[in-house]
Structure formats: C-alpha cells, structure tokens
C-alpha cells in the first residue's frame, strides 16, 4: 500500500444488493471507510402517504424478497397501535410461526451461500457445492422448508399474501401445519450439524466493543414483540424510538445512517439479540456452540486457540455473527414446531381495525433476521396515510460496519490491495447487509489520496 491511497471495491459480492467500498489511508492508518450504497432510492414512505391504513403491510413487503414478513408484521403492529387494537393471542402466535418461516429461510440463505464459502476458501456458493455437494444440500433443504412453513401460513413464501391488519385472511387448517413437521423435525436436526460445523471454522482475531441494542420479551426469544433494550441500560417501548434514535444523510451512501443518543454508534442484528437474550434460549442450544476446550470457534469473544473462556457468553466477534445465526437457525425450528404442536386455528383469523376517530400515530418493531425494524404511521380519521418512517436494521448497523472496517483495515495494510479488498469484503458479510442479492465481481481499484 501507498503512503496515502484510496482503496476501493467498486460492486461488493454475496451481499444483498449492489453496494461498494471505499477506504481512505494515510500514514499507515485508515482515516475513512465509506459503505457506499448506490442502489437508486425507492421512497417507499412517500409511497405510503395518501394509501389507505390497511395497505402497509402489502406494499412494505415488497422492500425485500427475503425479509417480506418483518416488513409485514411491524407495519401490522404500528398500524394497529395506532388505531388502539391488540390481536388476541392465538393471531399473535400464528405471526410469530410465520415469522419463524422467515428467520429459516433467510439464516439458512446467509449462512450456506452468503458466509460459508468465506471460511472454506470458495468465491461462491455454487462453487462451494462442487467439492461439499452434501453440506449444500442441506442448507437448500433446510431454507426450502423455511419457504414451505412461510407458504402455509403466509399464502407463498416470497411476499405473502395471507397478511392483513388484525390478523390473517384465513387461518391455516391443523392438518396443513401438521403435514410439514416431518421435514421441520430434519430441519431441526440439521440446524443443530449447523452449529456443530460453523462453530469449527477459523475466525480472524477481531473483538469489538458494541453498543447492543434489541428487542427482550419477558419470556421468549424476541422475534415479533418485545421491549427495546441496550447494553447501555435503556429499557424503551415503540413511542419511544424517535426521542433516542436519529437518522441522518451521508453524502456517500443512498441509505440513512442511524445513532443512539448523543450519537453513539450502535449494533443491532443476531449478536445483539444473542447478547441481550441468551437467557431466554435453552441452555443446550447455546452450549451446542461454546466450546468447553480451546478451539478456533467460540461465542465468547475473539478466537484465539489459547483464549479463556468469556464468563458472559457474549459474541462479540463479527466473523464468529455465523454461529449466533446458526443458534438463532436451531431456534426457530424449534419454536415452529412448539407453535404447531399448540396450534388450534383462530376463529375468526382476524379482529377488525377501524380507522381511529381522530387522526392518529402508531409504532410498531420486530425483529428481523437481520436485526430490528421500526415502522411508525400517521394516520387521518378518513384511513389514509399522512405520514410514514420506517428504519431497517441495515441502515442502523452502517456506521458500525464503517468502524469496523476502519479498525479491521487499519492492521491489515501490508496486505496486497486484492488481499484486503477480499478481506473488507469478508467482514461486511458477516453482518449480512440486506441490500438485496448482487452476483457482481470486486472492481478495486487504489488511487493517490487527493
């Protein structure tokens, strides 16, 4: 590398979306690391305004082809906050096991085709499957049965159609669900071979000091509902959201950036959750990946082969974010079949929501695969829209990624540019980015810094 130099990986690979990297050097020190998204905007709030209240859920959907339902389910919940109904819990049970399908399919995605070939030495999946054919297989399976719980109960599994505010257009019949227990109890099966082999890669030594922040039910592993909570100590409900988080503009990127109060950058996402959450997974599941030996693999911290045991448990290695999504994986599989085996079809599918008699605000989040998602409308007595805001986990997470990356870069200057290109590309991965799927191969180039 030159004394200053700009390094840049013009179309980021096995990302979601086209997205690209710029990093700025002098001195031996990496002063700037811009994620720049350039995929055009798409508006979607202004979209929303002057459509009827029980639009959202249709039309935020197709934001994203993997995440669909997270788009679904917090727009249901800000709407119906707005208008003063809560579905009973039946309704709510059947979101979360829709939900579930969702978090299948999007963590088996990310974890077989989008990470893995990383810690194998593959450029892609498909070139993975040439030499591991049958680890392939079995994460299609595995997301193919996601795709068929999210068909059952959503309707089809990309863009459901089944939702609606209050509730479901028909609730799916018990044998329907009971039909796919066999393939869900294989799932299972291979998400537990899927901690087991994830936690066995070599992870770079790379811990970070995060901010966290989550959603936390007061029983159960968050994924449709919860209050918000931080590492920092804060403890929010939805209405709460604007006066602590901010939103900004970055001349570098078409996404916003967000930050916690007075600024604080912050991590939201799988390891998040895990962090905040570990006490509401079942022992055995957390102790299928924390190794009691030393390994290369752990969720206690970096990976060093003679590191000690971290007493929280807490991951706070970004490259090592593949075994907290393996857990999660084992998780909802779990959690499916729990929900189906106590299924009984709600009757009616949904309760009505009428348009609030005056103009009206709701706030509604969940959690999706990739981390929390704030949804907030405003809504007139006539049912339209005045105003919407959402915020995607992805956007929450770029100023993290950026100082991720300006550390992690920092150290690996003797690289060649090709070598660390490939190795800033690992680490934006491991968040797994939702900038929707991009098939572009790295165009780096390194100028003279201006």
Known sequence: MTHGSRV???????VEGEGGLELVTENGMVTEARLDIYEPPRFFEALLRGRQYTEPPDITARICGICPVAYQMSACAAIED????????????????????????SHA???????????????????????????VRRGLRIKKAGNELMTAVGGRSVHPVNVRVGGFYRAPSSGSLRALVPELTWARSAAIETVRWVSGFDFPVFERK????????????????????TSTGLCLEP?????????????????????????????TGPMARFALNRDRLPGWMTGLACLDGPGPARLDGPARPDGPARPDGVCRNPFA?????AVELLYACDEALRLISAYLPPDPPYVPVPAPADQACGYGWSEAPRGLLYHRYLINPDGSVADAKITPPTSQNQRAIESDLRDFASSRLLLSEHELGHECERLVRSFDPCISCATHFLDLRVRPHD
């Open 239 to 267: 209405r709460d959201y604007d006066e602590h988080f901010t939103e900004f503009q970055v001349p570098h990127s078409t996404a916003l950036h967000s930050v916690l109060d007075s600024g604080v950058t912050y991590l």
């Open 109 to 135: 995605l990310h974890i077989y085709l989008l990470h893995a070939p990383d810690f194998l030495g593959f450029a892609s999946g498909i070139e993975m499957a040439r030499s591991y054919p049958g680890v």
């Open 8 to 14: 840049r990986v013009g179309a980021l690979s096995r």
């Open 210 to 229: 995060y901010t966290f922040a989550a959603l936390r039910h007061p029983s159960v592993y968050p994924i449709t509902d919860g209050s918000l909570v």
């Open 82 to 105: 707005a208008c003063q109904v809560t579905v009973p819990e039946p309704i709510a049970a059947l979101r979360r096991l829709l939900y579930c399908g969702e978090w299948i399919e």
């Open 321 to 325: 974010s593949i075994v907290v999504r």
